[in-house]
């Protein structure tokens, strides 16, 4: 028999053969890993976050897209928040760090976030509206702009994922229900309603995106007609507010002209022109403009849909009916002027509450949660006027605006100071519990 310590190796011997086999087999696999992250990476090759150039730019396309449709102001500012949603969803799906407004599914590795964004924002557009030849084209630029072919098709997969997923969750959410139309007696406080109707009254019907209910912020109402409060602000726009023959200085005159104008564009793009200015033309991380859009364009959506509700309820009636019809109110303090107008023709709707307030408050909350309320750091320009305006602070954005909307003799003081309770109670509210931030074991830490 032979002897065994000469035909096989002694056991040292042995357990070095296998030290060294598992340590080729080890470099083998980590090479092959290497090799094979490598490869992934080369789908969508990025260092560090992506950047806001494509979430700026679909945020100023949604805005011209919805003007082409001529939807009105208070429609925008609800649709607006729509698409600032699945666009959230869609960079959050591949950069991560907060709280999704929906699931949906994880994103494949080297996602472009350009990609996905326009995607997102596109298809929501198109559920929302149709596509046009320009809607078209605008997405073919951006999808062409991404050159790795992998990270395109997987970026495009996670923006589809983001506006299906949004859009499943406005599923009869009652936008644009044509068959809610507001019908008023004549009468002293009551808004006559034109022969064409009452802008949208669908509005204040629509579920939320976030806040608990159209009605969940608790409204006074307008001054009684026959209160001191109401005589005093009954002075104030008669006399500032008129067309002609008004006491409004020629810089007030500019003031309520500069806020004669649509604000949610005018608001997004004082948004977008401060993500260039603070961060370059890049606009900085992806994810936190799409997370500041969110936040303040779902603010505003839920805003309108609490004020137009107020609207409908209350259907107050505007200055022009107010003072033209002075007789009737039981004031003894009020006069009437059959003739007087305001500066600009007004909407069709009532006074209270003001639907620019609504908006003013919903963003220059947002605004100052996200940025602090002393360093919102907006520069705003007006189409009506030509010119562009500074502001540091939220509480002179609130002035200004109040102001010029009486200015232009459109509203009440009363509708003002309302209108921005309840766009600073929506934009808390979406702060407080949506889009927030996480910890590293994914526990939520609370508001921005």
Same mark, same amino acid.
């Given at each position: 028999?032979?002897?065994?310590?000469?035909?096989?190796?002694?056991?040292?011997?042995?357990?070095?053969?296998?030290?060294?086999?598992?340590?080729?087999?080890?470099?083998?696999?980590?090479?092959?890993?290497?090799?094979?992250?490598?490869?992934?990476?080369?789908?969508?090759?990025?260092?560090?976050?992506?950047?806001?150039?494509?979430?700026?730019?679909?945020?100023?396309?949604?805005?011209?897209?919805?003007?082409?449709?001529?939807?009105?102001?208070?429609?925008?500012?609800?649709?607006?928040?729509?698409?600032?949603?699945?666009?959230?969803?869609?960079?959050? *799906? !591949?950069?991560?760090?907060?709280?999704?407004?929906?699931?949906?599914?994880?994103? *494949?590795?080297?996602?472009?976030?350009?990609?996905?964004?326009?995607?997102?924002?596109?298809?929501?557009?198109?559920?929302?509206?149709?596509?046009?030849?320009?809607?078209?084209?605008?997405?073919?630029?951006?999808?062409?702009?991404?050159?790795?072919?992998?990270?395109?098709?997987?970026?495009?997969?996670?923006?589809?994922? *983001?506006?299906?997923?949004?859009?499943?969750?406005?599923?009869?959410?009652?936008?644009?229900?044509?068959?809610?139309?507001?019908?008023?007696? &004549?009468?002293?406080?009551?808004?006559?309603?034109?022969?064409?109707?009452?802008?949208?009254?669908?509005?204040?019907?629509?579920?939320?995106?976030?806040?608990?209910?159209?009605?969940?912020?608790?409204?006074?109402?307008?001054?009684?007609?026959?209160?001191?409060?109401?005589?005093?602000?009954?002075?104030?726009?008669?006399?500032?507010?008129?067309?002609?023959?008004?006491?409004?200085?020629?810089?007030?005159?500019?003031?309520?002209?500069?806020?004669?104008?649509?604000?949610?564009?005018?608001?997004?793009?004082?948004?977008?022109?401060? &993500?260039?200015?603070?961060?370059?033309?890049?606009?900085?991380?992806?994810?936190?403009?799409?997370?500041?859009?969110?936040?303040?364009?779902?603010?505003?959506?839920?805003?309108?849909?609490?004020? &137009?509700?107020?609207?409908?309820?209350?259907?107050?009636?505007?200055?022009?009916?107010?003072?033209?019809?002075?007789?009737?109110?039981?004031?003894?303090?009020?006069?009437?002027?059959?003739?007087?107008?305001?500066?600009?023709?007004?909407?069709?709707?009532?006074?209270?509450?003001?639907?620019?307030? !609504?908006?003013?408050?919903?963003?220059?909350?947002?605004?100052?949660?996200?940025?602090?309320?002393?360093?919102?750091?907006?520069?705003?320009?007006?189409?009506?006027?030509?010119?562009?305006?500074?502001?540091?602070?939220?509480?002179?954005?609130?002035?200004?605006?109040?102001?010029?909307?009486?200015?232009?003799?459109?509203?009440?003081?009363?509708?003002?100071?309302?209108?921005?309770?309840?766009?600073?109670?929506?934009?808390?509210?979406?702060?407080?519990?949506? &889009?927030?931030?996480?910890?590293?074991?994914?526990?939520?830490?609370?508001?921005?």
């Amino acid at each position: 028999m032979p002897d065994t310590a000469t035909t096989f190796p002694n056991k040292l011997h042995l357990r070095r053969l296998l030290v060294n086999a598992f340590a080729f087999v080890t470099v083998l696999v980590l090479l092959v890993s290497v090799l094979g992250t490598s490869t992934a990476r080369a789908a969508g090759p990025r260092l560090g976050p992506a950047n806001a150039v494509a979430v700026l730019d679909w945020n100023r396309i949604t805005y011209r897209v919805f003007a082409e449709r001529a939807y009105p102001p208070p429609v925008q500012g609800l649709l607006g928040g729509y698409v600032a949603t699945a666009v959230f969803g869609a960079v959050n *799906a !591949i950069e991560g760090g907060y709280t999704p407004y929906v699931g949906q599914a994880r994103a *494949a590795r080297g996602a472009s976030v350009d990609a996905a964004v326009a995607t997102a924002a596109y298809d929501v557009l198109v559920t929302l509206g149709g596509t046009t030849t320009q809607l078209d084209a605008d997405l073919a630029t951006s999808l062409a702009s991404v050159s790795d072919p992998a990270a395109r098709a997987a970026g495009i997969a996670v923006g589809h994922d *983001a506006a299906a997923a949004f859009m499943a969750t406005r599923v009869g959410d009652g936008r644009f229900d044509t068959s809610i139309t507001l019908t008023t007696t &004549f009468g002293p406080g009551v808004w006559d309603v034109p022969p064409t109707g009452m802008t949208a009254p669908w509005l204040g019907f629509v579920r939320p995106l976030a806040v608990p209910s159209q009605t969940w912020v608790s409204l006074g109402g307008p001054d009684l007609l026959t209160s001191d409060e109401y005589a005093a602000d009954f002075a104030e726009v008669k006399a500032k507010g008129a067309k002609t023959g008004s006491t409004r200085t020629a810089r007030q005159t500019e003031t309520a002209m500069f806020y004669s104008v649509n604000p949610m564009p005018q608001y997004n793009a004082a948004l977008r022109d401060r &993500f260039v200015r603070h961060h370059g033309t890049t606009g900085g991380p992806a994810i936190k403009a799409a997370r500041t859009f969110a936040i303040a364009n779902v603010a505003i959506a839920d805003a309108i849909i609490v004020g &137009f509700r107020a609207k409908y309820d209350f259907h107050n009636w505007r200055p022009q009916q107010a003072i033209q019809r002075a007789d009737t109110d039981g004031n003894p303090t009020t006069t009437r002027q059959f003739d007087w107008e305001p500066l600009v023709p007004n909407p069709a709707y009532g006074d209270y509450v003001s639907g620019h307030a !609504i908006v003013t408050g919903a963003f220059r909350q947002a605004m100052a949660r996200l940025f602090g309320p002393n360093r919102i750091d907006l520069f705003i320009t007006s189409s009506a006027t030509g010119t562009t305006r500074h502001y540091q602070t939220a509480a002179k954005l609130k002035q200004d605006t109040v102001n010029a909307r009486i200015w232009l003799g459109l509203h009440f003081r009363k509708a003002m100071e309302d209108g921005n309770l309840v766009g600073r109670k929506s934009a808390n509210y979406v702060s407080k519990h949506q &889009f927030r931030s996480l910890d590293w074991n994914g526990g939520s830490v609370g508001s921005p």
